[in-house]
């Protein structure tokens, strides 16, 4: 389908937002409870208490334990689980379409009602800090909390979706409901879902099951940065070094974003890019080594990912400026800009091919407001980009205030060429 025709959308009384597309050939509904509230939301104080919110959803209602909520998806083949980000929370499942109603019902008596028990709490939370310990254990999951720390500093997008052990501690029920009463009103929600159903049949579903008060929309409010170059390493007991090479990227909503995420493929986004072909392929410095972008609400996270022997650390950092530079500087090839969209339209078109990817996009496009593309559309947009584009992105972002952020057993790594990051150019 093309243009606006292959979704729908409403907006209910109390506020709740349903947006649909319908996939006929489908057996299975996959369904998103957006909750527009993420971890920049949180209270300076009590971070990581959205994410504990979200485990403590699942520990019962009234009308259901958490024994029960398990036992009613195990028992139709179904899943059920959530996640939280850096500006949302989502409660998702997949089923079968004919237990479309049953999982609604489920959903929505798990948000709107579940009991808060001052025991599950104190439970839930030893289980929170045990998820803690086993990321702090995870240096390469780690580095990008640290990354986000040192890159947007004082901005709420630096804190970490988890936590700490002191603030997870510190949280108390009155918190947990007070967090929720502002953040869990239906006008703060989108029921996204994909598969077969009719957009008619959910709405009502949604209207039976789902009776929260309108509340109010939690409207982000942008905050302005200044982002310096620096390096920042971090002394673990760690067999390697791993290195986060990063820069303020484009927001979710930013006109560039389909020319930087070809850059973001040529330079590290396969293996046929320019860093896994060199600095893992031809000089065999690393395992593991990609680029990445994710984007938020007013800016975006554009930077690289590598895992070294420590003795080699200065080598790799030298190898991933120079090839940023590089394209900074030059651009790219005409062959690399079309492997690059042919790598973007088959991963892209392939994720289609699942109802939960279709999914995603309908609700994190409702929550952010932002315009929904076709897959069409989106093809168009890949396709479209050209070479002269490509080169002014990234002479644009590649040229940005650079954030090194380093785990390693070493307290100390240098970089040829150093200075240069420091002034950004």
Not at 4 to 31: C, K, M, Q, W, Y
Not at 52 to 69: C, Q
Not at 111 to 119: A, H, Y
Not at 338 to 363: C, P, Q, V, W, Y
Request: glycine fraction near 6%.
């Amino acid at each position: 389908m093309s243009g606006s025709h292959f979704f729908e959308r409403d907006n209910l009384r109390n506020g709740l937002r349903v947006i649909t597309e319908h996939i006929p050939v489908a057996r299975s509904v996959s369904l998103g409870f957006w909750i527009g509230s993420g971890t920049r939301d949180e209270p300076a104080d009590k971070s990581g208490i959205g994410h504990f919110l979200e485990h403590l959803v699942f520990k019962g209602t009234p009308k259901r334990s958490a024994r029960d909520i398990a036992e009613t998806f195990d028992a139709i083949g179904g899943e059920l689980n959530a996640f939280s980000a850096k500006e949302y929370t989502c409660f998702y499942a997949k089923v079968l379409d004919e237990h479309l109603p049953l999982a609604i019902d489920v959903i929505a008596d798990m948000i709107e009602n579940s009991s808060f028990v001052p025991k599950e709490i104190s439970a839930e939370r030893n289980v929170v800090v045990e998820e803690i310990q086993m990321h702090e254990d995870s240096p390469s999951d780690l580095v990008f909390d640290l990354l986000d720390q040192e890159l947007f500093n004082e901005h709420p997008l630096s804190r970490r979706i988890l936590g700490s052990f002191s603030s997870i501690k510190r949280i108390r029920r009155n918190d947990i409901l007070s967090f929720f009463d502002k953040n869990y009103a239906a006008a703060n929600i989108v029921v996204a879902g994909a598969g077969n159903l009719l957009h008619d049949d959910l709405v009502k579903l949604v209207k039976d099951c789902f009776k929260a008060n309108r509340g109010e929309r939690n409207l982000k409010q942008k905050v302005s940065r200044n982002p310096v170059s620096h390096m920042t390493v971090f002394k673990r007991s760690t067999q390697q070094s791993h290195i986060c090479y990063a820069m303020e990227g484009l927001a979710v909503d930013h006109p560039d974003r389909f020319a930087l995420a070809l850059i973001d493929t040529i330079l590290g986004g396969g293996m046929s890019s320019r860093l896994f072909q060199d600095v893992r392929e031809r000089r065999g410095l690393v395992y593991s080594i990609y680029s990445f972008h994710s984007q938020f609400l007013e800016t975006g996270v554009m930077g690289v990912y590598a895992g070294t022997t420590p003795a080699q650390t200065e080598k790799v950092l030298d190898l991933i400026s120079k090839e940023i530079y590089d394209i900074a500087d030059k651009g790219a090839l005409e062959k690399e800009i079309t492997r690059a969209k042919d790598h973007i339209k088959g991963s892209m078109l392939l994720g289609f091919e699942d109802n939960t990817t279709r999914m995603t996009r309908l609700g994190k496009a409702a929550t952010y407001e932002t315009e929904l593309l076709s897959i069409d559309q989106l093809v168009e947009r890949v396709e479209a980009v050209s070479g002269d584009e490509i080169k002014r992105v990234a002479a644009d972002v590649l040229n940005r205030p650079k954030v090194l952020t380093i785990i390693s057993p070493e307290s100390k790594v240098s970089i040829k060429g150093f200075d240069d990051i420091r002034e950004g150019v």
